[in-house]
């Protein structure tokens, strides 16, 4: 039977009209669900989505860049492109579920264009086959049509990259790229990630230009062009530095091993950083389906490494190919595994990080399945090409079919849950915000999205995403992110907490939450991060003299005050050049470590003092030795003051510049806070700025010294 001359001259067109009903249908139908599930309203599965609809807000205020009022311009917003594409609602004041549902549209509408852009590159890759299984997988992948739909820059970035894909293989042949390497400013501009593959196209690029210019199409390998991939690489980088001081995004600096704080914990992140490339690998060939613990489902993992494999065998051989040079793909494949496992929490709601890039993974599948029947087909006598390749083409389909069935059914269920929760926890708490607190109030929190954009109150991020220098703080503890808080401007200076209790587990002891006076109670938690969200107003009453001391010294009667250390300061810190050292403890050889690392942990405690006010405080567990200096006056004696909560009972041999200059007991105390001092002889005193190290005499016994103050008299 012959087919019809459009089906026969427009293949991808007729695809595109079918993926424009398909996605349409299923793109309603898991609306539909979700308005079933909230009871008629639409949200989004996601709170980070509020956090770019909060950014196109600023965009539309006038004010890009400044997530709300009061804070200084962050790049939390991890697609620099995105923010603006969401701005229009915006910018006509049409309201939440107007700036929803663009969002959604964009992200349909994305969904239908990667449908089509998969079909050309299937057929551009492994012919009329190769088309068709290019659409149907990328079609019927559930992860990808939750994550498409999430209000998320996933679809922005992962139909980018396909449409560059798309161009360098159609310019690839004559070496000049006249599209592609103005396409690549957007593949940068979407995601940090296409920043990074924009990089990996341009050394494609270059190699194909000098293949061009040895057979004589271009004169020249070089040409000034071939940079501007590299310059679209550099943008975001460039913009990042621009507005907030630093070529790192604070969304990078909230969640980057490569922005770890702790030393000991960021130098194990690498050293593990080859079992996430090849938990990312695993992932990608189980569909993003991963048993508990990371183990992959043989029925997934074993045809999608064969059709991998196939497809890498088919981009070398047979000598002569019918299809295009997909090599580059062989390029973008460990790129993207590499920069994909650079969040801490890579896996996250279900694999978000590695689902921009996923189009091109089935990509892959898809042309190794279908070359590999073509080639069965074309190569082997007819008797037996037919059943080898209808073999090729129904084992790998059958094998997945439980993720276009069963998998695919339950998005919509899923997706309508996940949407529940962000309305009836954040969507939620913001609009309780806007209408209970005052119109001055500043809520810190740790979702940063919804509570900001339904609140319409000054934020303090406490994650640091949103607001800038509070990452490092955060990730450092919550005594350092307790220190930055309480060192804000009074007009910045939190009036109220909205937070997940359990992620700061030492902020409601000490003192600083007042009584709760809000809760959003999630009964079937899908995607939040706890089932409560919970709002306090703000106490510092009790907080803002930590800074001084709290009990009688008569050993400093007429001496005055040289230096202050306070320690989880990190600004204090970095001053004083404060380290601390320990021991780590190896757990499969149940024993110390020999050699000494540094190692930096917090504490957040609240004392009260000698029957005075409570005194609430952060500071620094030392479990060998700490070092810093202080300004003194050489030559005259001084006292050095620690303020502590001696956990543990401790003797310590003070040194200064190197030479020991005795030995400092501090007994153990129960329930409140001590100030111990320690004299230390002028005639040690050799600089202005004095070498302080202070040692424990056994830095293996699982204990610590831990100082919250130091102050130096004279």
């Known amino acids: 039977m012959r087919l019809p001359r459009f089906v026969r001259e427009h293949p991808c067109a007729l695809l595109g009209l079918f993926a424009l009903l398909y996605g349409a249908f299923q793109v309603l139908r898991i609306l539909h669900v979700e308005r079933m599930t909230t009871g008629g309203e639409i949200s989004l599965p996601l709170d980070d989505s509020f956090i770019y609809l909060q950014y196109a807000r600023a965009i539309a205020e006038g004010h890009p860049f400044i997530y709300t009022p009061g804070n200084a311009p962050t790049t939390g917003a991890t697609s620099l492109l995105w923010p603006f594409l969401l701005a229009p609602p915006h910018f006509l004041r049409l309201g939440p579920h107007a700036a929803i549902a663009w969002s959604l549209t964009l992200c349909a509408a994305a969904l239908w264009l990667s449908a089509q852009l998969m079909a050309r590159l299937g057929h551009m890759l492994a012919g009329t086959l190769g088309m068709l299984l290019a659409f149907l997988l990328f079609l019927r992948s559930p992860h990808l049509l939750w994550g498409y739909m999430t209000g998320m820059e996933i679809a922005l970035y992962a139909t980018v990259l396909l449409g560059s894909l798309l161009l360098y293989l159609r310019e690839r042949e004559g070496g000049v790229f006249p599209r592609l390497r103005w396409m690549l400013f957007l593949l940068a501009a979407s995601r940090p990630e296409g920043a990074i593959l924009s990089g990996v196209f341009g050394i494609a690029m270059i190699l194909d230009r000098r293949r061009a210019a040895r057979t004589g199409a271009v004169a020249s390998w070089f040409h000034p062009a071939l940079l501007l991939p590299f310059v679209a690489a550099a943008l975001p980088f460039l913009v990042n530095l621009a507005v907030s001081g630093s070529i790192e995004s604070t969304s990078s600096q909230a969640k980057s091993i490569l922005a770890e704080p702790h030393p000991d914990v960021r130098r194990q992140f690498l050293l593990d950083s080859p079992k996430v490339w090849l938990s990312i690998l695993q992932a990608y060939l189980s569909w993003l389906q991963l048993e508990p613990g990371m183990v992959m489902v043989p029925r997934y993992w074993i045809p999608s490494a064969v059709a991998l494999a196939l497809f890498a065998l088919t981009s070398f051989v047979p000598r002569r190919r019918p299809w295009a040079d997909g090599r580059v793909i062989l390029l973008l494949f460990p790129a993207a595994i590499l920069v994909d496992s650079l969040p801490v929490a890579w896996p996250v709601h279900l694999y978000r990080y590695q ?188 907080v803002i003299h930590a800074d001084s001391l709290a009990l009688p010294h008569p050993e400093i009667a007429g001496a005055r005050r040289r230096d202050r250390l306070d320690l989880a300061w990190l600004d204090d810190e970095k001053a004083h050049a404060w380290v601390a050292y320990g021991y780590e403890f190896d757990e499969r050889r149940s024993r110390w470590r020999d050699r000494p690392s540094v190692i ?40 050095l003051i620690a303020r502590t909560d001696a956990w543990y009972a401790n003797r310590l041999t003070v040194r200064v510049d190197g030479a020991a200059a005795g030995l400092w007991t501090v007994a153990r105390s129960e329930t409140a806070w001590v100030e111990p001092s320690f004299r230390i002889p002028g005639t040690f005193l050799h600089r202005p700025d004095a070498g302080i190290e202070i040692q424990r005499e056994d830095p293996k016994d699982g204990g610590d010294w831990a100082p919250f103050h130091y102050w130096i008299y004279q």
Not at 361 to 381: D, Q
Not at 605 to 628: H, I, L, M, S
Request: aromatic share 12%; charged share 20%.
């Open 600 to 639: 930096l942990r917090d504490v957040l405690r609240q004392y009260t003092p000698g029957g005075g006010r409570p005194v609430t405080d952060a500071g620094r567990k030392v479990f060998a030795w700490e070092r810093f200096r202080v300004s003194v006056e050489p030559g005259k004696d001084a006292v």
């Open 355 to 542: 689902q921009g890039f996923y189009p091109v993974v089935l990509l892959g599948l898809a042309a190794g399945v279908a070359r590999a029947a073509t080639v069965a087909w074309t190569r082997l006598p007819r008797a037996a090409g037919i059943p080898a390749a209808a073999l090729v083409l129904a084992g790998p389909l059958w094998a997945w079919s439980p993720i276009f069935t069963e998998a695919y059914d339950q998005v919509p269920e899923f997706y309508g849950q996940n949407c529940e929760n962000i309305l009836h926890q954040q969507v939620t708490v913001g609009r309780w915000i806007a209408r209970s607190l005052p119109r001055d109030a500043v809520v810190a929190m740790n979702d940063a999205g919804a509570i900001a954009y339904y609140g319409n109150r000054s934020t303090v991020d406490l994650i640091g995403l949103t607001t800038e220098g509070f990452a490092k703080a955060y990730r450092s503890g919550i005594g350092c992110m307790f220190e930055k808080l309480r060192r804000l401007p009074p007009r910045r200076l939190p009036t109220h907490f909205a937070i997940y209790p359990e992620w700061f587990p030492y902020l409601q002891a000490s003192g600083v939450l007042g009584p709760e006076i809000y809760r959003a109670h999630l009964v079937h938690n899908t995607i939040s991060g706890e089932a409560d969200k919970v709002v306090y107003p703000a106490r510092w009453t009790d």
